[in-house]
């Protein structure tokens, strides 16, 4: 017999037709309403879970769902996961590793750009009909090419902006990371620095971490206060790892010069939050690994990873914690 799994999102008709060979496929219906106690619902006698990314796996949820054997979540971060509830049930989670590592880090460029010359203002700025044609310096920016640019974090991803950055824009790129990582940094031309010194020197500031314990609430008030003011800080990671409130005051009173946010505190953004009244702010949609290829590819892995895990292959990515 097919083991039973709920998907929780749409899937590409091939991805879904593979999951349907190995195993009886439960889904949303095509106009349903889908919210959190429906999904208790699905999952009462699943085995296996396809999570599109967002659904918290907790207490609550697993206490639903009895003879659940593996969550397979559609995203690399799995800081939705309760990792000891997972371990003591002895439930295995999967994830969805390097295969977005080139399209987050695109748009961790992309965000440096915008802010830094200022792209989404100025385009408001002409299609509100404000261009005359003699702005003089109104409109500059800043360079980002042979800037210092400040890595906190060093994983693969952080390790592809490097490359962008050295290699396309001769940026000067300095990093902090729990471990030193020596041939990255021959590899790359990277300095490993303190975290000070990161703040201090860095003219852009990119956070890639994971949210975990130890990154919660990294950057606040005190750190943005090391930082130079005409600093630009970009964060495509989680939204978690920065207070927030305390980046909204560094960016209001001129103590950092811009902001390029992916990620935030609690997402979506509600339409009166403070972010969306500054102009020194580039905003996206938690779009990091959005591009149609990455999220095909990330669908395909993650429904592999389920598959497998079901069926105890060792090839499926089991988050490191759980191994
Ligand atoms: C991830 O995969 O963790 C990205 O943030 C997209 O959710």
Redesign the pocket.
């Known amino acids: 017999m097919k083991p039973l799994i709920f998907v929780d999102r749409r899937l590409p008709l091939d991805v879904l037709q593979y999951l349907e060979e190995h195993c009886t496929v439960k889904t949303w219906g095509k106009d349903e309403e889908r919210n959190p106690e429906k999904i208790l619902h699905y999952l009462q006698d699943v085995v296996g879970f396809f999570n599109s ?1 967002s659904v918290k796996i907790d207490n609550k949820l697993l206490d639903a769902a009895p003879n659940l054997k593996v969550v397979s979540t ?4 799995y800081n939705h996961f309760d990792i000891e509830q997972l371990k003591q049930r002895k439930i295995i989670g999967t994830h ?1 590793p390097y295969i ?1 590592d080139d399209t ?1 880090a695109d748009l961790v460029m992309g965000l440096m750009l915008s802010t830094a010359r200022r792209i989404t203002e100025l385009d408001t700025y002409i299609k509100e009909g404000n261009w005359k044609g003699n702005e003089g310096k109104k409109l500059f920016g800043i360079d980002v090419h042979h800037r210092k640019l400040g890595i906190i974090g060093m994983g693969r991803i952080g390790e592809v902006i490097a490359k962008r950055a050295t290699l396309g824009f001769d940026m000067e790129v300095m990093y902090y990371n729990r471990s030193r990582k020596p041939e990255v940094e021959a590899q790359l031309s990277l300095t490993y620095v303190s975290m000070d010194h990161l703040l201090e020197q860095s003219d852009f500031i990119v956070i890639m971490l994971p949210l975990t314990d130890e990154s919660r609430n990294m950057i606040g008030k005190e750190q943005f206060a090391k930082m130079k003011n005409d600093a630009i800080f970009i964060n495509a ?2 939204g978690g790892t920065v207070i927030e409130q305390d980046l909204i005051d560094a960016l209001q009173h001129g103590q950092i010069r811009g902001a390029g946010l992916d ?1 935030f505190a609690q997402e979506p953004l509600s339409s009166d939050h403070p972010l969306l009244a500054l102009s020194n702010v580039v905003l996206t949609p ?1 779009i ?3 591009t149609e290829a990455t999220r095909y590819d ?1 669908a395909k892995l993650a429904a592999r990873n389920l598959v497998h895990a079901l069926q105890g292959k060792e090839d499926a990515h089991i988050i490191k914690e759980l191994l």
């Open positions: 990314g559609m995203s690399v971060g969805t977005l987050v990671s989680r990620v938690h990091g690994s959005a990330m």
